[in-house]
T-cell receptor, first 113, second 117 residues
Framework: SQQGEEDPQALSIQEGENATMNCSYK?????LQWYRQNSGRGLVHLIL?????REKHSGRLRVTLDTSKKSSSLLITASRAADTASYFC?????????????FGSGTQLTVLP | EAGVTQFPSHSVIEKGQTVTLRCDPI?????LYWYRRVMGKEIKFLLH????????ESGMPNNRFLAERTGGTYSTLKVQPAELEDSGVYFC???????????????FGPGTRLTVT
C-alpha cells in the first residue's frame, strides 16, 4: 500500500478555472506538504500544513487537512497556464530527529490557455 | 540565496560502471536528504544526513549505494556497480532545523537523471 496517493492522476482545465487535487495517506503524520514539479525541473515547495491545522492559505492556494479521514486537498484558484505542472503531496512522520518525506504518485495538471 | 544544486544534471553509464552524484545544499542547512524516482514510481526517500552523520538510511536500497557527507557540507551518492533498475531521477534536498519537534520545509534540487544502459 502507498502513503500519499493523489487523485486524480491527471487533470485538464481551462485558464481561470479552479483546480482541486486530493491526497490520501495511511499512517499518522506530523505534517503534510504539497510540492510542484515543472517538467524537467526540481520540486518546489508550495505549502506545509501541520497535523493540528485544518486549513491553510497561501496566495491562490488553499490546502485542507482532515486527519480523521487521512486526506488533504489542494485547491488552486483562478488557474493560469503557468500552473501546468505535476503536483505531489508528501507526508512527514516524526521519529525523534529523523525526517523523511513520503510522496504520492502525483497529479499532472494541465491548464489550457 | 543560492538553492540546492546537483551535479551532473544527467548521467548515462553502462551497467556495471560506477557513478557519483553530488549535491550542494543551501548554505547553513545542516539537514541533507537524498530521494529518487525510478520510472513510473513514486519519489522515494533514501537517506538523511544531519551535518556529517547519517540520521536515517532506511531507504537505501542495497549496499551498492554509498552516501557520504564529509565535513557536513556537500554530499555524494555513489552507485557501484550500477544496475539497470537504478535508472531514474535522484533528488537532493536540504533543510534547516535540529533537535526534537522542529518542522522545516525541505528545499529540493533539480535532480540528476541517471540512465543505466
Amino acid at each position: 500500500s502507498q502513503q500519499g496517493e493523489e487523485d486524480p492522476q491527471a487533470l485538464s482545465i481551462q485558464e481561470g478555472e479552479n483546480a482541486t487535487m486530493n491526497c490520501s495517506y495511511k499512517t499518522s503524520i506530523n505534517n503534510l506538504q504539497w510540492y510542484r514539479q515543472n517538467s524537467g525541473r526540481g520540486l518546489v515547495h508550495l505549502i506545509l500544513i501541520r497535523s493540528n491545522e485544518r486549513e491553510k492559505h497561501s496566495g491562490r492556494l488553499r490546502v485542507t487537512l482532515d486527519t480523521s479521514k487521512k486526506s488533504s486537498s489542494l485547491l488552486i484558484t483562478a488557474s493560469r497556464a503557468a500552473d501546468t505542472a505535476s503536483y505531489f503531496c508528501a507526508t512527514e512522520k516524526l521519529s525523534g530527529s529523523a525526517r523523511q518525506l513520503t510522496f504520492g504518485s502525483g497529479t499532472q495538471l494541465t491548464v489550457l490557455p | 540565496e543560492a538553492g540546492v544544486t546537483q551535479f551532473p544534471s544527467h548521467s548515462v553509464i553502462e551497467k556495471g560502471q560506477t557513478v557519483t552524484l553530488r549535491c550542494d545544499p543551501i548554505s547553513g542547512h545542516d539537514n541533507l536528504y537524498w530521494y529518487r524516482r525510478v520510472m513510473g514510481k513514486e519519489i522515494k526517500f533514501l537517506l538523511h544526513f544531519v551535518k556529517e552523520s547519517k540520521q536515517d538510511e532506511s531507504g537505501m536500497p542495497n549496499n551498492r549505494f554509498l552516501a557520504e557527507r564529509t565535513g557536513g557540507t556537500y554530499s555524494t551518492l555513489k552507485v557501484q556497480p550500477a544496475e539497470l533498475e537504478d535508472s531514474g531521477v535522484y533528488f537532493c534536498a536540504s533543510s534547516q532545523g535540529g533537535g526534537q519537534g522542529w518542522i522545516y520545509e525541505q528545499y529540493f534540487g533539480p535532480g540528476t537523471r541517471l540512465t543505466v544502459t
